[in-house]
């Protein structure tokens, strides 16, 4: 199965703390992105690293991707109340099905 | 001016009724899937469908099934209705290919009684 895992299920920080995010896969992939979901809404896309890729930034997320290990993780800096969510790692590969195939989440809580 | 629009936003029934969600993207993608996420908010793919070509998970029961009147939408229709098909249901949009960002809907909490 292509299906993710992320750890740890759930994380509560501070406001203003860095918060940390883990997500292993089993199969060689061709791009993994990470998806944020507020609560009782759809999933929206944050950011994308290709396999040839090994870290990426977009303001105060950074996402690394170490395929030897099959693994990757987001970080967000400086956090916010409004971080709260849970966050989806998605990994893609290119085959006739041509799906993407979403982690179990975490689930972050940003105390003001 | 919504990207992926999923109606209804919630749908209660009972068990043996069939029903539909509609879902309607208006971004010009190719390719539409419908997911399913459970209590746990595991996410689960059960079809994508794109130029006419429906892929489903296998473990998807046939009591599912996605129509497309056009590239632009893809509904789901529920059979025989059961209450473990009570759950939150997406759909979803993508260009074919790489890399295959996807836009989700808002979601359909369906509850079976």
């Known amino acids: 199965s292509q299906q993710g895992e992320e750890d740890p299920q759930a994380l509560s920080i501070q406001e203003g703390e860095n918060a940390t995010m883990n997500c292993s896969y089993k199969?060689?992939?061709?791009?993994l992105q990470w998806y944020r979901q507020n609560s009782g809404r759809g999933l929206v896309h944050l950011i994308l690293?290709?396999?040839?890729?090994r870290e990426k930034h977009s303001g105060r997320l950074r996402v690394t991707l170490d395929t030897s290990k099959k693994s990757s993780s987001l970080l967000i800096t400086a956090s916010r109340a409004a971080d709260t969510a849970s966050y989806f790692c998605?990994?893609?590969?290119?085959?006739?099905?041509?799906?993407?195939?979403f982690g179990t989440g975490t689930r972050l809580t940003v105390i003001p | 001016d919504t990207a992926v629009s999923q109606t209804p936003k919630y749908l209660v029934t009972q068990m043996g009724n069939d029903k539909s969600i509609k879902c309607e993207q208006n971004?010009?993608?190719?390719?539409m899937y419908w997911y399913k996420q459970d209590s746990k908010k595991f996410l689960k793919i059960m079809f994508s469908?794109?130029?006419?070509?429906?892929?489903i998970n296998e473990t998807v029961p046939n009591r599912f099934s996605p129509k497309s009147p056009d590239k632009a939408h893809l509904n789901l229709h529920i059979n025989s209705l059961e209450l473990g098909d009570s759950a939150v249901y997406f759909c979803?949009?993508?260009?074919?290919?790489?890399?295959?960002?996807?836009?989700f809907g808002q979601g359909t909490r369906l509850t079976v009684v």
């Open positions: 979803a949009s993508s260009l074919t290919g790489t890399p295959l960002k996807a836009f």
């Open positions: 199969t060689s992939i061709n791009n």
């Open positions: 690293i290709r396999s040839n890729e």
């Open positions: 998605a990994t893609f590969k290119q085959t006739g099905a041509n799906n993407l195939f």
């Open positions: 971004l010009g993608h190719d390719t």
């Open positions: 469908y794109n130029n006419k070509e429906l892929i």
